[in-house]
């Protein structure tokens, strides 16, 4: 019988039961771009590996709480226990306009020192992480404990070990790679890459849909150039990379390599702990390519839950002790176009006068200023003040700059940097924050931009729709909210309604796993407590 807890909040433990020893294994998965929506509409049908962990401690309110509800920001979050304002990772990119290469942008998990590395072409690195992940501290305590990272992205994999892990391997578009130096690649590591090279030769039948899929089976004209969408069923042209990656086969493959990884190295079957980060990221861009509801996010979600059964059914058959945590970087919106259709007439795509270059003109114009004035690659997020203009007229643009976002109708706020810094950081309940306690979570007062600009509900920042449909980013809950899932084997059922945030799954693990973290060293806190393994005090 499944218990349910309505008052619960950060504060308060929940109890699970005595074990003999702490897990040999924790595995932190992250699946991209699964949303809480997501979660409850579809847990009716699972019926593997997500019907398993939501048979543990199940919190669907689960919360990234910032705005800028991005991959990298996110994944910084759910290993560190912090919220981007301390983890420094403001944005999947931002700008630093003192640097002296061309190209003024960063990428998050990008070693921009690097002669030759761009934001486009850049050498991955976790530089810009500025505080330790979980197995950073494990192996601090544990030196014979090893921290693995496998995933689609680049940015997940980094986010969620940080510094100096034994393994860490993501696909770079052709191949599994990493960025380690030295390490010597376990054997398993090229048989995943020779098979997905195999797989990636043939072209790909379409998934056959149960009737669940095919009742969302419905053509959806998108405006902006794209192609029609939710009908699809991941057919696939013979060395077509970047079909195969918005498609359930991605994330087949990489749990495979992951399950590979664990029993090459062993990973479990020593004295200490172990722990491996899997980035599922397939869920982000059958989401950005097929929007939410259709089809083809039908037929992922049903192949993902059926890929984590097989996974687990794995690690069974070797005798694991085994715990995990399954939650997103962030949740995701549907396309406008289905979501106009359905009677939600908020819905909309950006207007295209929105972004900075199209602002900064107009600001340019009003005041009479020569340059770009604002300098941004989205009609939302951090937008910066050309540091060519003089200190006055930087002065006048940002005010003109703001006055001409909050009059949008498509605008929800605009937040100056000077507004963001002396906003205090919440310690409410994520699902009451402001606007401005959003913002201020993904703040930090070196890289954030001069303004942060907030769009209203349902606005789609995509106008061409070309290469993406639909995307994530905004500061509402459907973007914010998403699932956190502790299980591991003999934990009972708990259903819980509280909000929390990602920033205690870090603390949560280390108090199961012994690993120390001194209070108030990380925003997070501990949330439920092993009988003799109690967490600690606040």
């Known amino acids: 019988m499944r218990k349910t807890l309505t008052g619960l909040l950060g504060a308060t433990l929940l109890a699970t039961p005595a074990f003999a020893a702490p897990p040999k294994l924790v595995i932190a998965i992250s699946v991209d771009q699964f949303s809480s929506d997501l979660f409850d509409e579809y847990r009716p049908a699972f019926t593997g590996g997500l019907a398993r962990l939501s048979s543990g401690a199940a919190f669907r309110n689960g919360y990234q709480g910032h705005a800028a509800t991005e991959t990298c920001p996110g994944h910084s979050t759910i290993l560190t226990g912090d919220r981007p304002a301390r983890t ?3 944005a999947n990119n931002w700008f630093d306009l003192s640097q002296t290469r061309s190209d003024k942008g960063v990428y998050c998990a990008e070693d921009e020192r690097v002669a030759g590395s761009s934001t486009s072409h850049y050498t991955v690195s976790p530089l810009h992480l500025r505080v330790p992940t979980l197995g950073e501290r494990l192996k601090q305590v544990s030196p014979a404990s090893r921290s693995v990272a496998v995933a689609g992205k680049d940015r997940a994999a980094v986010m969620m070990s940080g ?9 770079d578009g052709k191949r599994y790679t990493t960025d380690l130096i030295g390490v010597r690649a376990p054997a398993v590591v090229a048989a995943t890459n020779a098979a997905v090279a195999k797989l990636l030769a043939a072209p790909a039948d379409p998934l056959e849909a ?8 419905k053509s ?3 405006e902006g150039g794209g192609m029609p969408v939710g009908a699809g069923a991941f ?6 990379a970047r079909s195969f990656r918005a498609s359930p086969q991605f994330d087949g493959a990489t749990l495979a390599l992951a399950a590979g990884l664990i029993q090459e190295m062993k990973l479990g079957k020593g004295e200490a702990t172990d722990l491996i980060a899997i980035g599922a990221s397939a869920t982000d861009y059958v989401g950005h390519s097929y929007g939410t509801e259709g089809q083809e996010m039908c037929l992922n979600l049903l192949s993902l839950d059926r890929d984590l059964g097989d996974f687990f059914a794995v690690l069974d058959r070797q005798g694991l002790d085994y715990a995990v945590v399954l939650t997103a970087d962030h949740g995701g919106n549907d396309v406008p176009e289905r979501q106009q259709a359905a009677g939600i007439h908020d819905a909309a795509r950006v207007d295209p006068a929105l972004f900075p270059a199209q602002v900064g003109k ?5 005041l009479g200023l020569k340059g770009p004035v604002l300098i941004g690659d989205s009609p939302f997020g951090d937008i910066y003040l050309d540091r060519a203009l003089a200190p006055a007229d930087r002065k006048r643009a940002l005010t003109a700059a703001v006055a001409l976002y909050q009059a949008h109708p498509q605008v929800e ?9 002396r906003a205090k950081l919440s310690t409410g309940s994520p699902d009451a924050w402001s606007m401005i306690e959003r913002a201020r979570a993904s703040f930090d007062d070196q890289r954030s931009g001069d303004l942060v600009v907030l769009l209203r509900r349902r606005v789609t920042p995509i106008a061409d729709t070309k290469s993406y449909v639909a995307t994530h980013g905004s500061p509402w809950d459907y973007d914010r909210r998403v699932p956190i899932l502790f299980w591991r084997a003999g934990m009972p059922a708990v259903a819980s309604e509280a909000a929390i945030e990602t920033i205690s799954i870090a603390p949560t693990l280390a108090a199961w796993i012994g690993v120390p973290i001194e209070r108030g060293a990380i925003d997070g806190s501990c949330l439920m407590s092993v009988p003799g393994v109690t967490c600690p005090a606040r």
């Open 413 to 421: 706020a605009a937040f100056t940097h000077d507004q963001l810094r």
């Open 362 to 366: 107009a600001v340019a114009a009003e």
């Open 235 to 240: 057919a696939r042209a013979a060395g077509d």
């Open 163 to 171: 510094q100096r892990p034994d393994q860490r391997w993501y696909w």
């Open 210 to 217: 149960p009737p669940l899929c095919v009742a969302k089976s």
């Open 88 to 90: 420094g990772i403001i």
């Open 220 to 222: 959806v004209a998108i």
